[in-house]
């Protein structure tokens, strides 16, 4: 890496500045910015970026790679810009090295998308099976306006409408039991809370005659070593054969978070992964290159806090054509 200084009114101008001189694929980095008067008593800003030492080179006149440009460099660039881990990219990447492949833009483009579409798991909605899911996931991410969502999808399915029922297990939360409340009394659900291990046990036995039963639990910040420990003994009481998790995941969150928010919850088995706040982002990427790394289908998608609208089963065809759409912005 060389550290180049750019001036310009603003630091966002100059970054611009560099933006231009080394094109939008290179990796700059903004190290430092500073404000400074210049002679005329102007304020001017002042940005040093580190630039990828080819992209220096070239910019002097040296070629550094003096066979080709590096087509591939860029496009690896690219879609880690837009979000896909490098983990995913380099094994699919590298061993094109020196191909002619390697030198064709839209060739590799199409390769990699072909490959996120092979991929890309989604869970099919099935209408008419018996259902008991469970969400889980960190705080805030849109756990129980998921939950409303689904409940009123399967409650009013006019195909296949299904008896549903609610089982509360965020007992940390002051108002859990009433926004949940509102929602069942709303749909006219059964709704019970539980706060222990054999009432759980209880609740699923009572509301075994309903085809469907969504439970709710607390948002667990990875912090939080109390709830985290109450959580999992509870989640480990499960009969499990029966019960699917879905971990409920911000599409705004960052690659790393996200991962930080899987592991915390491998205690738990995990069945498909609910993207949240799709509207909220415009790079969806880090999300689907999260379930690309890990396998595990994407089962909905919620697109805002309307309940019931704002909820979609996955549809792998319209997640690539937004990937795609977002690879231009
Ligand atoms: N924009 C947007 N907001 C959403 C979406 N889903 C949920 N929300 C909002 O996110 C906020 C939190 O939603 P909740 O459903 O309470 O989240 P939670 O995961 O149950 O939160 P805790 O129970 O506190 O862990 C609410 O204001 C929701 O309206 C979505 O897809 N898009
Ligand atoms: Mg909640």
Request: overall charge neutral; charged content about 40%; proline content about 0%.
């Given at each position: 890496m060389v550290e180049e200084t750019f001036t310009a009114p603003t630091p966002r101008d100059a970054f611009e500045l560099a933006r231009e001189k080394y094109g939008v694929f290179s990796a700059l980095k903004l190290l430092r910015a500073t404000q400074v008067q210049d002679e005329a008593g102007h304020l001017r800003a002042h940005i040093v970026v580190s630039v990828p030492q080819e992209d220096y080179l070239a910019s002097i006149g040296v070629d550094a790679a003096p066979s080709q440009p590096d087509v591939l460099g860029a496009i690896h660039r690219m879609m880690r810009d837009k979000g896909l881990p490098a983990s995913w990219l380099d094994p699919l990447l590298d061993p094109l090295r020196g191909d002619s492949m390697a030198e064709d833009k839209s060739r590799l483009l199409s390769y990699l998308l072909e490959e996120m579409d092979a991929h890309l798991r989604v869970q099919p909605e099935e209408a008419q099976t018996r259902k008991r899911l469970m969400l889980i996931g960190p705080t805030g991410v849109g756990k129980t306006t998921t939950l409303a969502k689904l409940a009123a999808r399967y409650t009013l399915d006019p195909l296949h409408p299904r008896s549903v029922a609610l089982i509360n297990l965020?007992?940390?939360?002051?108002g859990a039991y009433e926004q949940m409340e509102h929602y069942a009394a709303t749909l006219g659900l059964t709704h019970r809370k539980v706060d222990t291990i054999e009432g759980f046990g209880t609740a699923l036995e009572e509301l075994d005659d309903h085809e469907v039963v969504l439970i709710d639990t607390a948002g667990i910040s990875p912090y939080d070593i109390g709830r985290l420990v109450q959580t999992v003994e509870l989640l480990k009481s499960l009969p499990e054969r029966e019960i699917e998790t879905a971990l409920v995941i911000s599409a705004t969150a960052k690659y790393d978070d996200i991962e930080a928010i899987y592991d915390h919850f491998s205690f738990v088995e995990i069945h498909s992964v609910i993207l949240t706040k799709f509207d909220e982002t415009r790079r969806i990427g880090e999300a689907l290159g999260f379930v690309l790394e890990k396998g595990v289908p994407i089962s909905y998608v919620s697109t805002g806090q309307e309940v019931p609208d704002d909820l979609e089963p996955a549809d792998k065809e319209q997640l690539m054509i937004r990937f795609v759409e977002e690879l231009h912005v």
């Open positions: 965020d007992t940390f939360r002051v």
